[in-house]
């Protein structure tokens, strides 16, 4: 354990600690199978048992990578997104998910685009579905920044919290910051199942 949390002090105290946060943090955005939020909630743990790295760089860094990976998941829907849903048939689950989802982004993109940055996988979807149906790229950058900040804000403070309620042991932060944040997201995709439930339920009376 002493051996891993040693490697993992040497790691931090490089300054190149930034770059991979935030290239890390990028690559989420368009291929959810980094797991950002563990790299970020880990950095920020190891910053309040001994100050390095920099919290706020480690908060910047998050941020302006999930920006960066949410434009390119952007740019990725925009290129061939909108093609592939002109092919789709039109009475088909697909068309029909799609159709649903232009809609919702027509009337509260910026809510939709703010709430998914919580939901790994779910961030995804939405930022190529915005992409695909050429939703304003000005409005995108105003609401992405708003939705990467606090989440940047979010996994940082979490982890630096947790960091502290564990000085002792600083691997135990690390895993209760990450079990938490787990959970928050759990929460959140139980909550937007629950309420598309009740949508369908007071739809289909």
């Not at 703010?114 to 105003?142: D, E, Q, W």
Request: with cysteine.
């Amino acid at each position: 354990m002493d051996a891993v949390l040693d490697l993992l002090r040497e790691t931090v105290t490089s300054p190149w600690v930034y770059v991979v946060l935030f290239v890390a943090t990028a690559i989420d955005g368009f291929f959810p199978a980094i797991p950002a939020e563990a790299a970020v909630i880990t950095a920020a743990v190891l910053s309040a048992d001994s100050g390095h790295p920099n919290l706020v760089g480690v908060i910047v860094a998050a941020a302006l990578g999930a920006l960066a990976g949410d434009h390119i998941s952007y740019a990725i829907g925009r290129g061939g997104g909108s093609r592939r849903l002109a092919r789709l048939p039109e009475r088909s689950r697909r068309r029909a998910g799609s159709e649903w989802a232009r809609r919702a982004v027509d009337r509260r993109g910026g809510l939709i685009l703010t709430t998914a940055r919580y939901v790994p996988g779910g961030r995804t979807a939405v930022t190529l579905t915005m992409g695909a149906i050429r939703y304003p790229r000005r409005s995108f950058l105003f609401f992405d920044a708003i939705a990467t900040t606090t989440w940047g804000l979010y996994c940082g403070l979490l982890g630096y919290f947790g960091g502290l309620a564990f000085e002792r042991d600083p691997i135990k932060g690390v895993v209760a910051g990450v079990g938490l944040a787990i959970a928050i997201t759990i929460l959140i995709e139980a909550v937007r199942v629950l309420r598309r439930r009740a949508h369908r339920r007071a739809a289909s009376r």
